[in-house]
């Protein structure tokens, strides 16, 4: 069974910087596809980047391109979602999510199996 432990997120100004973190357990991941969802209150669960466990493909909703990088650490089983220049709207719930599989619609919540217990993460502006 796999498990997805969050960690990171909490209060900050808007242009300031997070970091959140997904350690995965359970399985050899190397063929796993890893992505990071939000959700504010009242929003349905949105796509925000996704990467290969091989780290040779990644992809980004366009409001976080430049600003967001997901990126993962083989050898700790982690993936990162690291976030810069923060804006009030991009407050949420953030999920952390994993299926054993790359795919095209890695974009899609349906895609994934198995989902982290969720982070707050709070922008002020």
């Known amino acids: 069974q796999v498990q997805l432990v969050q960690s990171g997120g909490g209060l900050v100004q808007a242009g300031g910087s997070l970091r959140l973190s997904c350690a995965a357990s359970?399985?050899?991941?190397?063929?796993?596809?890893m992505g990071w969802f939000r959700q504010a209150p009242g929003r349905v669960r949105e796509f925000v980047a996704a990467?290969?466990?091989?780290?040779?493909?990644?992809d980004y909703t366009d409001s976080v391109k430049g600003r967001f990088t997901i990126s993962r650490d083989v050898a700790k089983n982690t993936v990162y979602l690291q976030m810069n220049r923060l804006k009030p709207e991009d407050t949420a719930v953030y999920y952390c999510?994993?299926?054993?599989?790359?795919?095209?619609?890695?974009?899609?919540?349906?895609?994934?199996?198995?989902w982290g217990q969720g982070t707050q993460v709070t922008v002020s502006s």
């Open positions: 999510a994993a299926r054993e599989a790359y795919g095209s619609s890695w974009r899609l919540a349906t895609f994934y199996d198995y």
């Open positions: 359970g399985r050899t991941f190397g063929s796993y596809a």
């Open positions: 990467i290969s466990w091989s780290g040779g493909n990644k």
